[in-house]
Structure formats: structure tokens, C-alpha cells
């Protein structure tokens, strides 16, 4: 049993509501934009391209690492 007054308690589960909608779009959003990168690295991989002071490896950058003499 809550204790808080229900008009209190359906605004809370409103709002929560709307965050987690929020979170899931931006979860679909992240994993669309994730395939679209991995989709662009294979393609420059396949076509032997590399990203200044990076390597393609397996669909993500990695950078190199360079020490400053």
C-alpha cells in the first residue's frame, strides 16, 4: 500500500512513464547509430582505408598508440 494521495501517485507513474519511453528511444537510437558505424567501418576496412592514427579492427577504431619523445 503507498502512502501517498493517489493523484500524487498517478503523476509519479506519468512522468516515470515518459523517462522510461525517453530511455527506450534513445536506446533504439544508440543501437541503429552502433549498426550504421559498424556497417561504415567494414565498408572503409574492405576498402583498406584507415582514420588518422587509427586502424579498423573487427567493426571498431582502435587508436594506435603513439608516445610523445
Known amino acids: 500500500d503507498s502512502k501517498l494521495p493517489s493523484a500524487v501517485r498517478n503523476t509519479l507513474l506519468e512522468l516515470f512513464g515518459q523517462i522510461e519511453r525517453e530511455f527506450e528511444n534513445l536506446y533504439i537510437e544508440n543501437l541503429e547509430l552502433r549498426r ?3 556497417t561504415l ?3 572503409l576496412a ?3 582505408q584507415t582514420i588518422d592514427g587509427a586502424e579498423l579492427s573487427k ?3 582502435k587508436t594506435k598508440g603513439k608516445r610523445a619523445t
Do not use: S
Open 59 to 61: 567493426g571498431q577504431l
Open 46 to 48: 574492405g576498402e583498406g
Open 41 to 43: 567501418n567494414e565498408r
Open 36 to 38: 550504421e558505424i559498424d
